[in-house]
């Protein structure tokens, strides 16, 4: 399967658990209000940089060494043992630090009778299993079947969660669903993964050890992105307000499925190719995935903008006043697509030291920022912080990449695209403008759909007639011919 296939299917995959995700979130939104939406954020982002910190690098670190292909098992169980032996020590400070954790997310006892700190302890074992799992798949260069695995995922949790919610569970539903939900497409992943656990000696806990030092900063670069934001939200802000940016972030993260599942492709090829010295290849890697990076991103920052207040609307009237918010998000994933790419270049071709140090001025600039923004700003401020400290890290990432690999930015492509969007953004806003002028549609859902079906065609339809790179793509990798696409 070469790459273009793969990462059509790890996109599909994440379109799909995506379009799960939000169907479920459209669901719990307008079911249980924006408080329980914030508390469940709120706790969700707790585990999260809990597992940064049991993970420490050592994951990312288990992915390079397995797609290296020498010694697999004794790597995979010295990631396995260093992982469970932090996150026990990690779990027992949680238990320890149980008040101020009661105070943080006060809310939670009014809506479910145990503790707060028992779901976090749980939730944190849970995610640290199916992670392995999915960096196993990873380093085995079978990102494909891991893409898989996604919508399974996200669709088993949704599905336990709204059948809990429905028979009146509400947070603590949403909770136990999430947490089976892991176990299970856990427990199927490990169905696929080949390589079996075998003695680790010291040097493998030595090499796991030099690779994390440096990588564990890009985890604690993308835990920055993705909730220091809403970790400092849950400080300044009311739950409600926090769950008002929690659905603003998800719609934003939407539509960076396609980068992201470029940048999952795109980096055990990477290591694999650089491990055997043929850096030629790793510039076309490097240049494919900047090309396709921003193929959904860039329209989405142009559909996103001019259909904010409406798609947030569908959520519940609450909602609305993140729209602001939701236009300036879509910005700063895009931008933070462009950058993975770029890093996953560093840490492929084994320079996770230099990557490193652009991880801790973006964690410095993010995380400065919000804390200056939030309090003066609101909601708007911690946006505003993403995109300029993601801005750059971008810049920094491509001089630092461009010294070291020679490659070509594709910024005809980039034009190519970002002028295919502005065609659709004008269609689309006439399109809009006629509708709100005749009334002739009154259901905002529907007249969402419509326009976001309507404007996709334009784009597509574009963007092939401008790009003789993207009908060759798209030629290439369907398993039917496209007519006039030659």
Known sequence: MNIGQTSLIVFLSKLLGSALGFVATLYFARELGAEVIGLYTLVLTVVGWLILAGELGIGKAATKRISEGDKQGAYLSAAIIWVLTFASGLSVVVIISQTLLERYIAEFDQYVALSVVWFVVALLFIK?????????LKGERKVHIEGLLDPVKIGGQSLIQIVLVIAGYGLLGMLVGYALGGIIVGILGLYWVSTRPSMPSKRHFVSLFDYAKFSWLGSLKSRTFNEVDILLLGVFAQSALVGVYSVAWSIAK???????????????EI?????????????????????????IAIPGIVGGT????????????????????????IVATTL????KQLMNGLNGIDRPDLAFRINAVFIALNAGLNVVLIPRYGLEGAAIASIASVAIATVLAYLTLSQLVEFRTPFGEIGRQITAALVMGVVVYGALEAIEATDALQHNALIVI????????????????????FRATVERNLPFHVPFSG
């Open 336 to 339: 933070y697509s462009y950058q």
């Open 128 to 136: 640290l299993f199916y992670n392995m799992v999915f960096r196993a």
């Open 271 to 295: 290591s694999h190719t650089s491990a055997r010295d043929a850096r030629e290849a790793v510039s076309g890697l490097v240049e494919d995935s900047l090309a396709f990076t921003g193929l």
């Open 254 to 268: 939407f539509l960076d499925i396609f980068g992201s599942a470029v940048s999952s492709t795109m980096f055990p």
């Open 306 to 329: 001019l259909l904010a207040d409406r798609l947030l609307e569908i959520y519940g009237p609450e909602f609305v006043e993140g729209a602001t918010v939701l236009a300036l998000l």
């Open 450 to 469: 419509l326009l976001v079906g309507f404007g996709a065609g334009v784009y597509g339809l574009t963007l092939l007639g401008l790009s003789a790179r």
